[in-house]
């Protein structure tokens, strides 16, 4: 920066980001105390699945995306099968699909109660971190951690561990699980459905900032139930269409900034929210019976532009994921086969499902002997991106009288309020370069 | 100030799964956390104190210029620097690079040289650096992570297990996939850890934790798994997580070649031409591409 601008010109710099996943970075640019420049910059290096995947086949699909992220492996683990069997034709059997869920469900319990406790209410008592949130709220803490185990738990019974689980395939699982198995977390989950109902309380009492934006949220919606692993996408301006057509409607874009791509709505070019708050905004009503009566008693009103609110979402989908797990427990009867049967063919395939931080999207050409052609991997955060750098552009005006080192944490705080996900933002510039 | 030890856990290419192991151990992570003082843990913790370190956990392998010094500084401020996971003891999925059609995958990684930066190879920790203890695994195991923490806080040398997933597999009371079910499995030459978990999930196990000690990779590429699947099938098998590691690094590069399909590795990597895998690591042999 020249030396005649010092006085004029303010840089703000939040050289590492905490208590996100993934390494992230900002920059934030002032002159005269007038926002110039506001960079989510985010320098995590990128890993190039989409490259390693070309050549491999169908089969190790899923164990190699799940790599991407150790928070939500089931995510990409689940969107991964989903589209090759698109690819390949195969029907999945009512009862497989219900375990999914159900494994899903283990997944946004194990994440929600993560970013909840130990990431994100840390910021609303001036915390640096959960461990040390939890000398002033034991019980609370505790609580969290007991229902992150009870999530993990569910991921290590059904999917053989928590982190990177084993037992997702293509067409179903490798092994069903036996009855007992899954029985014997009904107790756990029958505790943690309570548990959740007094977290989301909790944190529904937080004192929110005073921020709202009217945001077009995007998620998947479901006719019959609340959308976790199948819909059409849906924005709150009442688009909605298969999931098939996604790629028409949002695009990604390069900035050079990041080491992730940004997408954004088509052909308007505009940024969009993803996450918990964008699926209790769209699909509200279909919340299971003690998360719709907790919506009630919290006072939840749609539409809720806070981002910091999210933390009132996330809790309120654990009360969900814990009822609906808790019913899939108690029904659970291991009848059939684990996995539907296949030939392998070519073919092209894609699947939209939703990750415990939103909307994940995949696509796979698949050769007639099962190798893969061409994959594409579109994240949560890296659609949350560009959103979160606008939301800093309206937060910022209002804060830059302040010092710098308030403003930074301000700025984090509300990064942190995404649960962003930046080592799954990271790993998809080899794509970009594949087009041109 | 504190006077507990002072815990780092820092992160290069990788997905988090390790470092969140830590978070996992939800029934003993406030004991941790008045056991030892953590001093600087980006994905915990806001507070983010200054060197040194007594123990610092290190998630991820070396993919740039940038990390490389980094890890160099991250060294010397650290009394004992810990290996967390396939990232960092073998370079982890992404050394599949260290193996790919160079020029290929150049034309494909550099066409916005502007933008990324990134080297062409994928590299463990031990390559750049003296390490005092490797933690195998994707992800690692949270008790052998536990394990490790305790010992380095009682004075004495991490014990984990060295021997294959065989061991532990008979007697969780697996059936053996092979014997049974016919399936290519990497147990006998992998490294214990997991608890052996794939194989009580009616598949073959395929390799997280890395090569087991001494393993026989003759025996298992020509007899277990080439009757089972092709040769190319069988190179990727031992290339996924652990492509990196010495042994699968070798014994899946003469898969490759028998399948007529050679990739041999980064010439950064190879110490003269024909060879499988660097004799030694920490040469500093590599070089960049940007």
């Not at chain 1, 059409?232 to 900035?255: C, K, L, N």
């Not at chain 2, 494909?108 to 650096?129: C, E, F, G, M």
Request: aromatic share 8%; glycine share 6%.
């Amino acid at each position: 920066m020249p030396d005649d601008r010092r006085d004029r010109q303010r840089s703000i710099r939040v050289p590492v980001l905490t208590r996100v996943e993934g390494e992230g970075a900002l920059l934030v640019q002032l002159r005269d105390n007038v926002l110039t420049d506001v960079q989510l910059a985010i320098y995590e290096p990128p890993r190039f699945f989409e490259s390693f995947l070309r050549g491999r086949s169908f089969d190790e699909v899923a164990d190699i995306t799940a790599r991407i992220c150790g928070i939500c492996p089931v995510a990409y683990q689940m969107t991964a099968v989903q589209a090759l069997e698109a690819a390949l034709g195969i029907e999945i059997a009512a009862p497989i699909d219900a375990l999914r869920r159900l494994i899903y469900c283990g997944e946004w319990i194990e994440s929600h109660s993560l970013h909840v406790h130990l990431l994100h209410a840390p910021d609303f008592f001036g915390c640096d971190s959960g461990i040390e949130l939890a000398k002033r709220f034991p019980a609370e803490v505790n609580r969290g951690l007991r229902m992150k185990k009870f999530g993990n738990r569910l991921l290590e019974v059904l999917g053989g561990r928590a982190i990177h689980p084993v037992n997702i395939a293509v067409g179903g699982f490798y092994r069903l699980p036996r009855r007992e198995e899954l029985h014997s977390l009904i107790p756990d989950f029958q505790w943690g459905l309570q548990a959740a109902i007094e977290t989301a309380r909790w944190v529904a009492g937080l004192p929110f900032p005073d921020f709202e934006i009217p945001y077009d949220f995007v998620a998947l919606s479901h006719p019959d139930q609340y959308a976790i692993t199948a819909g059409q996408v849906t924005t709150s301006d009442g688009m909605r269409i298969p999931m098939t057509d996604y790629e028409q409607h949002f695009a990604e874009v390069q900035v050079p900034h990041s080491t992730s791509l940004q997408s954004r709505r088509m052909p308007q070019g505009t940024e969009y929210f993803l996450g918990p708050l964008a699926r209790l905004n769209l699909n509200c009503e279909q919340l299971s019976p003690a998360a719709a009566r907790l919506r009630d008693e919290v006072g939840w009103r749609r539409p809720c532009g806070n981002p910091y609110r999210g933390i009132v979402a996330r809790a309120i989908e654990m009360v969900h994921a814990f009822e609906e797990a808790l019913g899939l427990l108690q029904s659970y009867r291991p009848l059939g086969k684990p996995r539907s049967e296949f030939e392998v063919r070519a073919g092209e395939g894609m699947a939209v499902t939703e990750a415990p931080r939103g909307l994940i999207f995949h696509r796979y050409q698949v050769s007639s002997d099962g190798l893969i052609e061409f994959a594409k991997i579109v994240p949560p955060t890296s659609q949350n991106q560009a959103q979160i750098e606008a939301d800093l552009r309206q937060l910022l005006p209002t804060i830059v009288h302040k010092p710098d080192k308030a403003i930074a944490t301000e700025c984090e705080q509300l990064i942190r309020s995404y649960d962003p996900c930046i080592s799954c933002a990271t790993h998809f510039l080899s794509l970009t370069i594949q087009r041109q | 100030m504190s006077t507990l030890p002072k815990l780092a856990v820092a992160k290069f290419a990788s997905c988090d799964g390790c470092q969140l192991t830590l978070l996992h151990a939800e029934d003993e992570l406030l004991a941790i956390a008045d056991a030892v003082h953590i001093a600087n843990f980006a994905e915990a913790s806001s507070r983010l104190e200054p060197a040194p370190y007594d123990i610092t956990l290190v998630e991820g392998s070396i993919t740039t210029q940038k990390d490389r010094r980094r890890i160099v500084k991250l060294r010397s401020d650290s009394k004992y620097l810990i290996t967390i996971g396939a990232c960092a003891t073998a370079g982890g999925i992404q050394a599949l690079r260290n193996f790919a059609d160079h020029q290929d995958f150049l034309r494909a990684v550099y066409a916005r040289p502007d933008y990324i930066q990134s080297l062409a190879t994928s590299t463990p920790i031990a390559a750049h650096v003296k390490v005092d203890f490797e933690l195998r695994g994707c992800p690692i195991d949270k008790s052998q992570l536990l394990e490790v923490i305790a010992s380095l806080l009682a004075g004495h040398r991490p014990r984990t297990s060295s021997e294959c997933v065989c061991q532990p597999c008979k007697r969780r009371g697996t059936v053996c996939v092979v014997v049974a079910n016919n399936q290519p499995c990497l147990g006998p030459v992998t490294q214990a850890g997991c608890g052996a978990v794939c194989p009580a999930f009616d598949r073959g196990c395929y390799g997280c934790f890395g090569p087991a000690a001494q393993p026989n990779m003759l025996g298992l590429s020509d007899r277990l798994l080439q009757p089972r699947m092709d040769r190319a099938q069988s190179a990727r098998f031992l290339q996924t997580f652990n492509s990196y590691a010495p042994e699968f690094s070798a014994a899946g590069q003469r898969l490759w070649q028998l399948a007529g399909q050679p990739k041999p590795l980064h010439p950064s990597l190879a110490s003269s031409p024909g060879d499988t895998h660097p004799a030694a690591v920490g040469q500093g042999k590599e070089t960049t591409e940007e």
